[in-house]
């Protein structure tokens, strides 16, 4: 699976964005997708992930209420939106894949990773 990412950008805060992540494979459908983001001096954590049909999604507590995700696999494409955004969201954000199609949180149980779309937020 081969996966782009973009919509990353500066932005104030209180803003929002909408990240896209496009797959390059043909049974999307089959792969849960998720996103998770990494600051400067910071590991890489969760922050949201859906299943392979989009009814199973589940969200970090920081981002809880504040960023939706969602995908079309009409598409190939999994989205994160985020609303209300906070200078501690800043980082850079990778969309991941994982075969095991349900929705899981760690690293390990993705198989691939796209590039990084950068989201600064400024104060």
């Known amino acids: 699976v081969q996966l782009q990412a973009s919509g990353g950008g500066l932005v104030q805060a209180g803003a929002f964005l909408r990240l896209s992540c496009t797959a390059t494979v043909e049974n999307f459908g089959s792969w849960s997708m998720a996103w998770f983001r990494q600051a400067p001096g910071k590991s890489r954590e969760f922050v949201s992930g859906?299943?392979?049909?989009?009814?199973?999604?589940a969200y970090a507590d920081s981002v809880q209420g504040r960023f939706t995700i969602s995908r079309d696999n009409a598409k190939n494409t999994v989205y994160l939106q985020m609303n209300s955004l906070k200078p501690e969201d800043a980082a850079v954000y990778y969309c991941?894949?994982?075969?095991?199609?349900?929705?899981?949180?760690?690293?390990?149980?993705?198989?691939?990773w796209g590039q990084g779309t950068l989201v600064t937020v400024s104060s």
């Open positions: 859906i299943n392979y049909r989009g009814g199973s999604t």
């Open positions: 991941a894949a994982s075969s095991l199609g349900r929705v899981v949180t760690d690293s390990s149980d993705y198989d691939s």
